[in-house]
């Protein structure tokens, strides 16, 4: 059974840095794409990046600050987020689709986890 389960989130300082870590399992990575999206209070849940295949895709406001890797061996996606601002403040969820398309598009991935918490004030 495939599941995501997203841990890291916090209360962090303006200018301050957060891992995320999206664990995996019931599926093999090779042949899908992880995306992390956010959602603040009111707000449309927005795509933040992605990774496929070895490619990466990130929203512009997210651009030289937040970063997308995988560590095949733990099977986990993270989401580096250096000088975060107050505007980074969301649930952050990560979320699977099959194949190697990266599109920040909520509604083009189908699995998703519980998500986390990032809060972002001083």
């Known amino acids: 059974q495939l599941q995501l389960v997203e841990s890291g989130g916090g209360l962090v300082q303006p200018g301050g840095s957060l891992r995320l870590a999206c664990a995996a399992s019931?599926?093999?990575?090779?042949?899908?794409?992880i995306g992390w999206f956010r959602q603040a209070p009111g707000k449309e849940r927005e795509g933040v990046s992605c990774i496929a295949n070895g490619r990466t895709n990130y929203v512009d406001s997210v651009k030289g600050r937040f970063t997308i890797f995988i560590d095949n061996a733990k099977r986990t996606v993270y989401l580096e987020m250096n000088s975060l601002k107050p505007e980074d403040t969301a649930v952050y969820y990560c979320?699977?689709?099959?194949?190697?398309?990266?599109?920040?598009?909520?509604?083009?991935?189908?699995?998703w986890g519980q998500g986390t918490q990032v809060t972002v004030s001083s």
């Open positions: 979320a699977a689709r099959f194949g190697s398309m990266c599109d920040l598009v909520p509604a083009l991935f189908g699995s």
């Open positions: 019931g599926f093999n990575l090779d042949y899908r794409a």
